[in-house]
């Protein structure tokens, strides 16, 4: 039982070391700042952040079935959590910060202060981390 915790965490450190890579190094800030609103940057940076795990796969030597499956999952689950919904449904039913903003869209957004802050931040790589979990669990079976 050990050996399979050390590897599943084994594989999600992997995992996590490419995430960081991929979410932050190949990302501009024209793209962080246009991405909440418009479908095709998020989509092609959602695709770009997927193609980054794709040598991460074939090196935990998942089958070819598994990796198609598991770069679809990332490349969809990136697009879910980057745009913000579920973020943003904490921020509206959890967190609820007194300078919250309405738009004409619905609660989308919040304030400068609480845009660039570190709890937002972490409950983003919270969800982006549980993310990573199917693709451990494809790995080890």
């Known amino acids: ?29 024209k793209v962080v700042d246009i991405k909440f609103n418009k479908f095709r940057e998020l989509s092609i ?4 952040y997927a193609v980054q795990f794709l040598p991460i796969l074939f090196f935990i030597e998942l089958t070819w079935t598994k990796c198609v499956v598991g770069f679809l999952w990332l490349m969809v689950s990136h697009f879910i959590i980057d745009s913000m919904w579920i ?17 004409p869209r619905g609660i989308l957004g ?18 982006h981390a549980f993310a990573l979990w199917p693709i451990v669990i494809m790995a080890l079976y």
Request: charge should be neutral; avoid cysteine.
């Open 110 to 127: 919040w304030s400068t202060a609480y845009k660039n802050s570190v709890r937002i931040l972490i409950i983003d790589h919270i969800q």
């Open 87 to 103: 973020t943003n449904h904490w921020i509206k039913y959890i967190y609820r910060p007194p300078d919250l903003i309405a738009t």
């Open 45 to 48: 940076h959602s695709f770009i």
């Open 1 to 29: 039982m050990v050996s399979l915790f050390e590897a599943a965490g084994g594989i999600f450190a992997i995992l996590m070391l490419v995430h960081f890579v991929a979410d932050f190094v190949f990302q501009s800030y």
